[in-house]
């Protein structure tokens, strides 16, 4: 396929690890975080890690939408099928992450619902006879609003700047037609704000330098990062998700950590620009605002990461439209997701990975979505190594 | 959740914003309401049903060039 082959060729890939290996000092250790799980399926699914010095670490970042999401976010867009009865929109991933322990008694369920027993998930609910809907696009979920007047439809969205656009478009467009059964359970997230919280966090892990979001930058551009380079010392590299994208990139931070250097740099200019995607972020602002903190899993409440509905589009809110009480939920006995999300821990050091969870019976997030590090680590035999 | 794939644009209906993108061979419907000044022919990314960018040949060009003088320095 053209614009992805090409930034897959092996003899490319030698002769960038060459220069990478040529570039290193022997004398150092080089930390960078890759922030997308993107990105870390594409260190080992063509295995660059094995073409970098020993010297040059990946440190996995929490770039992965499904797998920040707090459990608490999923209970309740389980509620809203189990007490409201709604149709629930949803991108396929986050059917399978497993929710709280425990549901709701009988009684307070409408009959036609059963109730899901043990770790609840939104599969289990719709296998419950919940009307869950998974969707490719927003487009699907205003049809399925079209299509079922006398039912609320909510589309459960999340995920970072790359795929809030869409949701914006949706929300404009229900208003636009006068959509009045569809509503957002908003839960979009901001990648700047991620990164600050891992570099402020109390016992911050030891970071050299970021390889920058590929599709988040190509809607916010690489302005947004420019004050955090220069706030933190950290260079960062806007970097594109094929294997060859991420090379260069990381021949590009070893030479900024090199040379002292804590610039932001942009390898991916087939997509991304300075400025990003006006168009887009015109819609985001004038549909969406901040929201004061939002919890995410790992890195607990951070501030101004999260947006949710204008009070213009208020009508359009689940979260105004039906009783969603904030749900504190716990993750799952020894799952280590929260320390794998803030690059404190690898996969490997979690002592459920491989043995009870697996991607056919995931017990946290990270190994349910195709972006997160444990399922990596596990669809590319990553399991036993140290 | 943000991987986008390089779609070329075959055919677009203006008025509904919409158009018949190939990925790879395969024919998809995706919304341009994020892009402006597309044209048949031109490669976008699409991402969750929508294209969300153009995609700038010149600077892919540029790129692959990139890579090969890295490996040039290296030998």
Known sequence: MKYIDEFRQQNLAKQLAGAIAQAVDPNRHYRLMEFCGGHTHAIFRYGVQDLMPTNVE??????????????????????LVEQHDVILCTYADLVRVPGS??????????PSVAVATGRNSLLKAKAAGGDIRMIY??????????????????????GFETTTPPTAVAIKQAQAEGLSNFSVFCNHVLTPAAMQAILDAPEPVQIDAFLGPSHVSSVIGCKPYETFAEHYGKPIVIAGFEPLDVMQSALMLIRQLNDGRHEVENEYTRAVTRDGNLKAQALVSEVLELRPEFEWRGLGLIANSALKLKETYADFDAERRFDMPAIQASD???CECPAILRGAKKPQDCKLLGTVCTPENPMGSCMVSSEGACAAYWSYGRVRQG | MCLALPAQIQQIDATMQMAIVSVGGVKVEVSLALVDDVHAGDYVLVHVGYALNKIDEDEAIKTLALFAEAGLTAS
């Open chain 1, 58 to 79: 990946f440190i996995h970042g929490p770039g992965c939408p499904v797998c920040v999401l707090p459990i608490g976010r999923i209970d309740n867009a389980i509620q």
């Open chain 1, 101 to 110: 322990a425990g549901s709701r008694p009988a009684a307070a369920l409408p």
């Open chain 1, 137 to 158: 696009s927003t487009q699907d979920a205003l049809k399925i609003a079209r299509d079922n007047p006398c039912k609320q439809v909510v589309l459960f969205a999340i």
């Open chain 1, 332 to 334: 799952v006995k020894g």
